[in-house]
């Protein structure tokens, strides 16, 4: 069974820090790149961070550049997500996704991801 599982968010105050955590299982982790997308309330997801798994490429909107950095462990098949600095824009359920690693091209294209955790809420108050 294929499982991507978000952990990590939680309430922090402006420009507090929080690490995500994306587990994932049943599948060959290392042929997947691995996204992080957020969707606040009354608004569109978003793609936030991608990175690849061939080069280990990295990839930020530009709303989270400069403040949030992503990584992966494959030996731990686990994708983190740092955030600092937060801002209460970044308030959102936050979601992991798997999409096979040789797609280069539409870094937010939601279809094109394969699979998704349940995701894990943030909440940066002011």
């Known amino acids: 069974e294929v499982q991507l599982v978000e952990s990590g968010g939680g309430l922090v105050q402006a420009g507090g820090s929080l690490r995500l955590s994306c587990a994932a299982s049943?599948?060959?982790?290392?042929?997947?790149?691995i996204g992080w997308f957020r969707q606040a309330p009354g608004k569109e997801r978003e793609g936030v961070s991608l990175?690849?798994?061939?080069?280990?490429?990295?990839y930020y909107a530009d709303s989270v550049k400069g403040r949030f950095t992503i990584s992966r462990d494959n030996a731990k098949n686990t994708v983190y997500l740092q955030m600092n600095g937060l801002k209460p824009e970044d308030t959102a359920v936050y979601y992991c996704?798997?999409?096979?690693?040789?797609?280069?091209?539409?870094?937010?294209?939601?279809?094109?991801?394969?699979?998704w955790g349940q995701g894990t809420q943030v909440t940066v108050s002011s």
């Open positions: 996704a798997a999409r096979p690693v040789w797609i280069l091209v539409g870094l937010w294209d939601a279809p094109s991801y394969d699979y």
């Open positions: 049943g599948f060959t982790f290392d042929e997947y790149a």
């Open positions: 990175i690849s798994s061939s080069d280990g490429s990295t």
